[in-house]
């Protein structure tokens, strides 16, 4: 066939590589227009070839020059006829159902792997496990392999049908022309060998005579095989008879028949009540008669008898709980009429049942709770939680001798400190602050946790924990003298170092943490416009609270799919707030906000929204951080075995994630 009778599909377009799934989709309009010779300038592009059903009953042909990418006509069918220009890469040919390929050169791993019809002719070598798992319907003709040079390592690896033909032509080892460990877990199929193949598996193959009809057969094989490769001279030197070898699969019989297989019975009988007694290891337990146990066991015989064994496994609601409160138990109490108890079990697990349980929290213990299974509403945890506005703390344990000092009165901070205050031990939290509860009291939003929930909480943990200290700068020295005048310490820091961007005009900009500061104490007028860097949980109570404060043009920015989700995402979309991704800024000035697109977004305001980082200087060089966090074991210990580090200092995470820390 002429080549300027094929029609040219280049694999580039403007100086760019076409994706495979792209160059598939031109191949095939190709198909269903009725062209049916087509030449593929490929570019490492994958599968080319497959699936060319459109074209029957008519050939499909398709010449590959260039570099071919991996399995070259994977899932071939019938009336396609590939020809690939050079070397093929892995996998030509896999789970091949009808399509004849050839390669005028070698080609890598996994050829034919798969197959169940077509054939493939290979011009040079294959790498590995070679027509491998291949099958058989005998409804079709078998899939075939020839191969001009030899095979790789594995090859024929639990081939269950098709004929593979190996030449043997240069090939670097003549001995091991079908490589290391062949036809491992053949159960069907033959393969005709030219030289030797040793180590292959005789516990799954045999080498069987070469008759007249199978010779007949390879000979007018060969042929056509050297006809497509271009190479016909080579077929006097490769008909010779006696040069090669056929194996084929042993049926179960042959497999079982070893001269060493012994029975069941015999093994019981000869090995095991011999050194064990009669019966075996419970021999003198056995009461009953030996024999066989029918498939349906009744009576005495029954081994498993179901037994509702509750709180065997963790519930899932409680298994999705960062702080570990034991979700199923609080309603066990009350279906049992015992609702205050079930309302106290959430102080002894957390110090904000109402402010984190009862409205901060995304409560991923709903989320997994097992009436979503039956779109059932899942119960609602909250009303547990906010019922615990105005319960007291449960008694502390008699007093130890143990000192621990807390760095940072945040959620994390306050968690830790009220459970070791349970436990009986002396605290000590050292806030930088003026007042304890971190975020939650100088940032969120009151649109999200109600002041006189918060307040009473916070009353409750003072009047808890008796030694708290506000406005404790600490550095390195203090840190020291901290750690020296007690047992241990617990870093609750938090991270309250807001991330930045490396543009031009950032100081034009306010961080989040900041606006919010503001916006909850009513210091800052935002203007109209409000443009937020970073659309996540945090980005979306900045736009509730400029939306408060009179923002009526809210846009959200991120580089990828905003990471908000839940009630505050909720709660920014009511306020008309937009989120657009992906969307890169490039700086920002005295308009608002230009992207690298060139558009600008004007904002009276923008705000950084993307993320804080702890600020750990204070730990000095003997505590190990790892990327900026202070790196801790499961128990939450640091390098320095009398320092403890949780919540954000640890790793980003939800406010319910560093008091299950705690």
């Known amino acids: 066939m002429k080549r300027s009778d094929y029609i040219f599909v280049a694999g580039k377009r403007d100086e760019k590589r076409i994706s495979s799934r792209v160059l598939e989709e031109i191949i095939q309009q190709h198909a269903k227009k009725g062209n049916r010779k087509l030449e593929i300038q490929a570019f490492g592009q994958h599968g080319i070839g497959g699936r060319l059903w459109e074209s029957a009953p008519d050939t499909m042909e398709i010449r590959i020059i260039g570099h071919s990418g991996q399995r070259t006509g994977s899932l071939g069918t019938p009336y396609t006829r590939i020809e690939i220009m050079g070397p093929a890469s892995d996998d030509i040919g896999w789970l091949n159902a009808g399509a004849e390929i050839i390669v005028h050169g070698s080609a890598s791993n996994g050829a034919m792997n798969g197959a169940a019809q077509g054939k493939v002719f290979v011009g040079g070598c294959i790498g590995a496990r070679g027509m491998t798992m291949t099958k058989r319907n005998p409804r079709f003709e078998p899939p075939e392999l020839w191969v001009l040079g030899a095979a790789g390592d594995y090859f024929g690896e639990f081939m269950a049908g098709g004929i593979a033909v190996v030449c043997g032509v240069n090939a670097a080892n003549p001995d091991q022309l079908l490589g290391y460990r062949p036809l491992v877990g053949m159960v069907g199929g033959k393969v005709f060998v030219r030289g030797e193949a040793q180590s292959y598996s005789d516990k799954d193959a045999k080498e069987v005579d070469l008759d007249d009809k199978e010779w007949e057969w390879l000979t007018l094989g060969l042929k056509d095989f050297l006809k497509k490769i271009k190479q016909p001279d080579l077929f006097k030197e490769l008909a010779v008879r006696k040069a090669w070898r056929l194996f084929e699969a042993k049926n179960p019989q042959e497999k079982a028949d070893g001269p060493d297989r012994k029975s069941m019975s015999w093994f019981r009988e000869q090995v095991w009540d011999m050194e064990l007694g ?133 959620p994390g901070g306050i968690s830790a400190a009220w459970q070791l205050t349970m436990k009986g031990h002396t605290v000590t939290i050292f806030e930088a602050g003026k007042t304890i509860g971190g975020k939650i009291s100088a940032v969120i939003p009151e649109s999200r946790i109600p002041a006189d929930t918060l307040n009473a909480e916070l009353d409750r943990i003072k009047s808890y924990i008796k030694d708290i200290r506000l406005g404790e700068k600490i550095d390195a020295e203090k840190f020291n003298e901290i750690k020296n005048s007690h047992d241990y310490v617990v870093v609750a820091a938090g991270a309250k170092k807001p991330r930045s961007l490396p543009i031009k005009g950032v100081e034009r900009a306010l961080f989040a943490n900041d606006f919010l500061e503001q916006a909850k104490a009513d210091k800052i007028k935002p203007g109209k416009k409000i443009v937020v860097i970073g659309a996540g949980n945090v980005g979306c109570d900045v736009a509730t609270e400029a939306h408060r404060l009179g923002a009526v043009d809210i846009t959200l920015i991120d580089v990828q799919k905003p990471a908000a989700f839940g009630k505050e995402r909720e709660d920014a979309e009511k306020c008309g707030a937009q989120f657009r991704w992906p969307l890169f800024t490039k700086e920002i000035n005295a308009k608002g906000v230009e992207l690298q697109s060139g558009e600008i977004l004007p904002a009276d305001t923008v705000v950084i929204s993307i993320g804080d980082v702890p600020d750990l200087s204070f730990l000095g060089e003997g505590i190990e951080l790892t990327r900026g966090f202070v790196k801790v074991d499961e128990t939450g210990r640091s390098s320095d075995e009398k320092v403890f580090a949780i919540g954000d200092a640890v790793g980003p995470g939800l406010i319910t994630d560093a008091i299950g820390a705690g």
């Open 278 to 410: 009669r019966g075996g290891l419970i021999g003198d337990l056995q009461e009953t008669q030996k024999g066989t146990v029918p498939v349906i066991t009744k009576g005495e015989y029954r081994r498993y008898v179901p037994v509702w064994e509750q709180g065997k496994y963790i519930s899932p609601c409680q298994a999705s709980c960062p702080t570990g409160i034991p979700v199923q138990q609080r309603w066990a109490m009350v279906r049992a009429d015992n609702i205050d108890e079930a309302i106290s079990m959430g102080l002894e697990y957390s110090p904000f049942p109402a402010t984190v349980c009862g409205h901060l929290c995304p409560s991923p213990c709903m989320a997994s709770c097992t009436r979503n299974m039956s779109y059932m509403a899942p119960i609602n945890v909250r009303l547990l939680g906010q019922a615990a506005q105005n319960i007291k703390p449960p008694k502390p344990a008699q007093e130890t001798q143990k000192k621990v000092a807390v760095i940072g009165g945040g």
